[in-house]
Structure formats: structure tokens, C-alpha cells
């Protein structure tokens, strides 16, 4: 029997696939910010930050921390020129935030904030017995993870009417904490923390704007902008405390969170003095009116204390009904107040060398639980009318060159502030040039002071000139090669109109390849890159060790030597041992 011998031969070419950068970054909210729920239970919290992929969709969702919570699905942010910003409606509970990038339905990065709330914010307002007291160290530790409070402290009662220009910083609360704007320890707040959050399930912040040694009427002459004097010395308060505490909790930190209401205690020393009810219940009356008007005409909750107890000259310990009269016609004449606790008979006497502060780890925690009792009590999570934290500003940026980008607010009214959270450098106006690589945030002053703030904001790192590397610069007539750029960003713009990292090309030619980055700016071209067509090689020629095989013999099939061989068996080699008729064939490389 004879074999018959043909031949084919073709190039053989390799493609090799790129990886994809991708990275998405989340810069609010922040970690252990907690947003006031509504009535329904539930809070819109608007979910920010930066892509650098070609993401086609950003998505976020709300994962309830050991069941405390109710989990949300995955929601699409909007997005666009690598920045994002949207809102998720969650309810009441305690979230990891997690934000996803996808392109054609592949998940291309992930971005986790641990520790977001939705759940009650408590300003405190009032005297030292509201502020805590730092030199006591016999303070109860908060135990519960969700009792959070903001500690970006001035430290200094003279400055505190401005927030600076840091943007807020949440952390739990501890027993020794100094919190926003002035407030000293725990005191009995964290306890009452504690009893809230595991009640109601749902994370606590507390917001505390309390001022030392201070009467009503303290607060009522600051609030109408007069000079007040300090009631045990005869020297003026700083100008505008101790209400521009008050004022800077709700126009700064509330607009930001919002607010479910003012938890006052204030009586020691108009118990002292013992101010006739209706001069106490109209300077306190004349406070609540003006926290309003400048929470934007907001119907601000507050729960009245009736404290009242002082210890005096002779450690004699003074208690007033007048006071307490008067605590409780704010209470029931104005709308929306609400009775707190009775505090006189709770640690009665004290310390003479402390006349009027609870003092003790069991007494602090009888004073939290008189809080708790007076808020269940009165059903005041459900009767008071909380306040939303205010609609967040969009931020918009173009490129600006050399790696500067145009930072503009496009919702804002009235005066703005930008600020470099790198260095606290802040600036004015609807628009700033922002440098490559740093974060920023603005917030805008309404005609009252209430401020709305834009999320932080990453600007992106500058554009450099890309490089190209080739899987090959040589290709067979009908294969391929694979371009790739190498350089920092993720939108490529090719020569021949093709996008993203990397590119398969089919036509012999110079390529080059740009970068635009998140806000338009485009690199330089690379340098440029040639590839070109192999010439095909000649067929190669199958020689056979003998012409005619016999029925039961083998005949060796070989081709002069290349670099790989492929027959029509299978086999690998430069020579192939056949016996059984038929047509063979090789490809070789």
C-alpha cells in the first residue's frame, strides 16, 4: 500500500490579554457618622466618591453590623467623569457601606466604610452638669460600640463660634473623650447612650454644646447678641457664648446629620438664686425661639430638665420650686418642648467641695437612667418631630492643566468655603483651581448661617506621558499583535480611535496612545510604536524515508528544522513514524 503526502503550512501567532486597573474609593459618609432617622424610621444618606476604571456602573449598599439593622439592596449611584454621588434610603440600624464599580456586568473594584448610622443625634445644651466635668475621673465607660460623638475639639471657649475648617471627625464615645464643639467626658451621657442603643437598636450621637457656670439668663442675652457676664465673677463671657455653641451645633454639625432634638439641663445656679418662674421660663423661651429661627425655622425638639439643686455657703443645699416652676411652664407652654427628668433627689447632698455636680460612676448612670425614663416616658421619640440632615451639594470639576482641575459647587447659594483637608487651607467662592491628588470639601452658608456641605472630594493624580509595550512588533498576514499602555490613569484614547489599556491591532503602522483622565485633561502622545507583517515563510517540504510502504510497514515523514512543528497527528516533533495510510500534513513556526 502507498501513502499519500500533502502539505499545509500557516503562521501561527499568540495573543495575549491585559489586565484591568481598576479602583473605587468612598469619601462619605465616614465612619461612625450618624444621621437622625425620620418618623418612618429611616434616613436618605447620600453615598460619594472617586472611580478610576471604565466602570459602566457604580452601585452602593447598607450591611447591618450583627443584625443591627435591615440590609439594603444594591443601589446605582449616578456617576460620571470618575467621581460619584447619590443617595440610598436605609432605616434605622448600624451599616458597613460598601460601593461596587462593574463594566458589562463584571465587578471591576469594591470599597467598604465600616460603621454608619441611622439613628438618633442629641444635641446637649445647659451647664456644667450638661458639659461633664474633666478633673472627675470616676466616670462609667460607654459599652455599647454605637455611642458616637464628634472630636474635632477646639479646647477653648473663646474660638469655639467656628468650626474651623476641618470637616467633622466621628469616633465612640469613651469615658474621658473631649467632643464637639465643648463638651468633657462621657458624664452620664454615655450611660444613657448605652440604654438608648440597646432599646431601640439604632446608634447614638451626641453633639454637646453645654457651657460651665452659666444661668438662663446667660443664654438669653447671648442669644441676642449682648455681652453676658459670668454669674460667680464679675468679668464677660466671650462674645456670643454660651449660645454660639448652641447655634454651632445646629447650623454646622446638624445641617450635617441632622438633629432629633436639644436635651437641656440647666437650674443649679437659678436654683441658687432662685429665679421667678416666669423670668426663667421667658429667657429660656427667648433661647428656644432663637435656636429655632437659626435651624432655618426649624421646629426643633427640646426636653427641659428640672434641676435646680445647689449646695451653698454652710454646705446648706439649696433646691428651688421656683425653678423647677419655671422648667416646667417651658415645658408644657411651648410647642414641641417636653418634660426631662427630676434631678434634685438623684446623689442628694453632693460634695460640698463639688456643690453642684453629680460625682461617682452609680450616680452618673442613676442620672442617665433618669434621662432614659423621662424620654420613654414621655414617648418623646415618637411625639417630637425630628429634623433631616440637609440635601448634600453636588461637586463638579473640570481639567484646569499642568494637573489642575476646576472645582465648582453647582447647587450652592450663598457664601462658600473650599477647604484643603490636607492642610486646612480654605478659600471662598462658587469655584476653586484644585491641585492633583488632594481632597477637598466645601460647604455654603445660607443668608442665616446654616451651612450645606459638598462630600470630600479626591482629585485625581495628575496625567503623565503612557508608554506602549507590544506582545509582538512582527505578525503574520491575517493574526494580530496586543498593545498596552503603561501609565497612570484608565481612559486610553489610541491612534486608531480604539479605547482602554490594552488593544488588538490587524494592520501594519505607527500607533500612539493618550491618556484623559477623570476630568477631561488629556496626556501628550506616547511615543509612537511600530509594528509590522512577517513575510510568510515557504511551505516546507515533507520528505518520506522510503517512497512505496508495504501493508504492515512504517514509513518516517520529516521537515527541514524550525522553531515548532505541528502534524495533522498531533505530535510536536520535526519527524513523525506512520503506518497507516492517508494524508498528512504540518504547520510549522
Known amino acids: ?135 472627675q475621673t470616676d466616670i462609667p465607660e460607654p459599652q455599647d460600640d454605637r455611642i458616637n460623638v464628634i472630636t474635632n475639639f477646639t479646647g477653648n471657649e473663646s474660638n469655639s463660634q467656628e468650626p474651623g475648617n476641618s470637616f467633622p471627625e466621628f469616633n465612640k464615645m469613651t469615658a474621658h473623650i473631649k467632643y464637639a464643639p465643648y463638651g468633657y467626658t462621657a458624664w452620664h451621657w454615655g450611660h444613657l447612650g448605652d440604654l438608648l442603643a440597646q432599646r431601640y437598636n439604632v446608634p447614638i450621637l451626641f453633639i454637646n454644646a453645654a457651657f460651665s457656670a452659666t444661668g438662663a439668663y446667660n443664654w438669653e442675652e447671648s442669644a441676642k447678641g449682648l455681652p453676658t457676664k459670668n454669674p460667680f465673677a464679675d468679668f464677660n463671657l466671650p462674645m456670643g457664648m454660651p449660645y454660639a ?54 421646629n426643633l425638639s427640646w426636653m427641659i430638665a428640672r434641676a435646680s439643686l445647689y449646695v451653698g455657703a454652710g454646705n446648706a443645699t439649696f433646691t428651688s420650686a421656683n425653678t423647677i416652676q419655671g422648667q416646667n411652664f417651658v415645658a408644657e407652654r411651648v410647642a414641641n ?23 461617682g460612676s452609680d450616680n452618673h448612670k442613676k442620672h442617665g437612667q433618669a434621662w432614659f425614663d423621662a424620654i420613654n416616658n414621655t414617648n418623646f421619640l415618637g411625639a417630637s418631630q425630628p429634623q433631616s440632615s440637609a440635601s448634600m451639594l453636588q461637586m463638579a470639576f473640570t481639567c484646569a492643566g499642568s494637573n489642575q482641575f476646576g472645582l465648582s459647587l453647582q447647587n450652592a447659594t450663598g457664601q462658600s468655603l473650599w477647604v484643603n483637608a490636607s492642610n486646612g487651607a480654605a478659600s471662598s ?3 476653586i483651581t484644585g491641585q492633583s491628588g488632594v481632597t477637598y470639601y466645601a460647604r455654603s452658608k445660607d443668608g442665616v448661617g446654616n451651612s450645606a456641605f459638598a462630600p470630600p472630594f479626591l482629585v485625581p493624580s495628575g496625567v503623565g506621558t503612557p508608554s506602549i509595550t507590544a506582545s509582538s512588533l512582527t505578525f503574520c ?26 488593544i488588538t491591532v490587524r494592520q501594519a503602522g505607527n500607533y500612539t496612545v493618550k491618556i484623559k483622565d477623570n476630568g477631561s485633561c488629556e496626556s501628550g502622545n506616547s511615543a509612537p510604536v511600530t509594528v509590522s507583517l512577517s513575510s510568510a515563510i515557504a511551505a516546507p517540504e515533507i520528505t518520506a524515508s522510503a517512497s512505496v510502504v508495504c501493508e504492515g510497514s512504517s514509513v518516517i515523514l520529516s521537515v527541514p528544522s524550525n522553531s515548532s512543528y505541528e502534524w495533522s497527528t498531533g505530535a510536536k516533533t520535526q519527524s513523525i513514524t506512520v503506518n497507516t495510510a492517508g494524508s498528512y500534513t504540518v504547520k510549522v513556526k
Open 1 to 135: 500500500m502507498k501513502l499519500k503526502f500533502t502539505f499545509l503550512i500557516s503562521c501561527l501567532c499568540l495573543l495575549i490579554s491585559a489586565s484591568v486597573f481598576a479602583q473605587v474609593t468612598i469619601t462619605f459618609p465616614v465612619k461612625r457618622i450618624v444621621f437622625q432617622r425620620n418618623a418612618g424610621n429611616n434616613a436618605s444618606v447620600t453615598v460619594s466618591g472617586n472611580y478610576s476604571n471604565n466602570a459602566d456602573k457604580i452601585e452602593a449598599r447598607f450591611v447591618a453590623r450583627n443584625g443591627q439593622g435591615t440590609s439594603t439592596n444594591w443601589t446605582q449611584i449616578s456617576a460620571g467623569s470618575g467621581n460619584f454621588q447619590g443617595t440610598v434610603q436605609v432605616s434605622g440600624g448600624w451599616y458597613n457601606v460598601e460601593v461596587r464599580s462593574s463594566a458589562g456586568g463584571n465587578v471591576l473594584s469594591t470599597s467598604t466604610v465600616e460603621r454608619v448610622g441611622v439613628g438618633e443625634v442629641f444635641v446637649i445644651a445647659g451647664q456644667s452638669n450638661a458639659q461633664g466635668r474633666e478633673e
Open 245 to 298: 455653641n448652641l447655634r454651632l451645633s445646629l447650623q454646622y454639625y446638624g445641617n450635617l446629620t441632622g438633629i432629633r432634638g436639644v436635651l437641656w439641663h440647666q437650674g443649679e445656679w437659678d436654683g441658687l438664686n432662685n429665679t421667678n418662674p416666669e423670668t426663667y421660663y421667658n429667657q429660656l423661651k427667648t433661647v428656644i425661639e432663637k435656636s429655632r429661627a437659626d435651624f432655618g425655622g426649624k
Open 337 to 359: 418642648c417636653f418634660k426631662g427628668p427630676e434631678t434634685d433627689n438623684i446623689q442628694n447632698p453632693r460634695n460640698p467641695a463639688d456643690p453642684a455636680h453629680f460625682y
Open 429 to 431: 467662592g462658587q469655584s
Open 477 to 502: 498576514p491575517g493574526g494580530s499583535t496586543v498593545l498596552t499602555a503603561n501609565g497612570a490613569g484608565s481612559n486610553f484614547v489610541w491612534s486608531d480611535g480604539q479605547t482602554g489599556r490594552s
